[in-house]
């Protein structure tokens, strides 16, 4: 069975951290994994990607102050989320990709997901 599970969300100042995990059952364990993020009006977009090798790629709105990490032992993946903006507030998604182990390979028609957790930015 698939499983993806987040934690970590909540309620930050502006300027503050998060960090948000996401446990992921052994079966998708090779599997490339992002965090994607959806505002209220917004599309789901691509907040950071990493390979099963470990190679990461980011959006521009993000690098620099998110860092995304995984254990491919324990089977998580992380999200440090650091000087955070009021636009960084979105409901926050952990996937995984049926496809691959780049990230390259994921794509929001064909990834696993997790149901989300929440990170609100206040000013």
């Known amino acids: 069975q698939v499983r993806l599970v987040e934690s970590g969300g909540g309620s930050v100042q502006a300027g503050g951290s998060l960090r948000l995990s996401c446990a992921v059952s052994?079966?998708?364990?090779?599997?490339?994994m992002g965090w994607y993020r959806q505002a209220p009006g917004n599309e789901r977009e691509l907040v950071a990607g990493?390979?099963?090798?470990?190679?990461?790629v980011y959006a521009d709105s993000v690098s620099g102050r998110f860092t995304v990490s995984r254990d491919n032992h324990r089977y998580i993946m992380l999200l440090q989320m650091d000087n955070l903006k009021v636009e960084d507030t979105a409901m926050y998604y952990c996937?995984?990709?049926?496809?691959?182990?780049?990230?390259?390979?994921?794509?929001?028609?064909?990834?696993?997901w997790g149901q989300g957790t929440q990170v609100i930015v206040s000013s």
């Open positions: 052994t079966y998708i364990r090779y599997a490339a």
């Open positions: 996937a995984a990709s049926r496809s691959g182990p780049h990230y390259s390979d994921l794509n929001p028609d064909n990834n696993y």
């Open positions: 990493i390979s099963h090798s470990g190679s990461t």
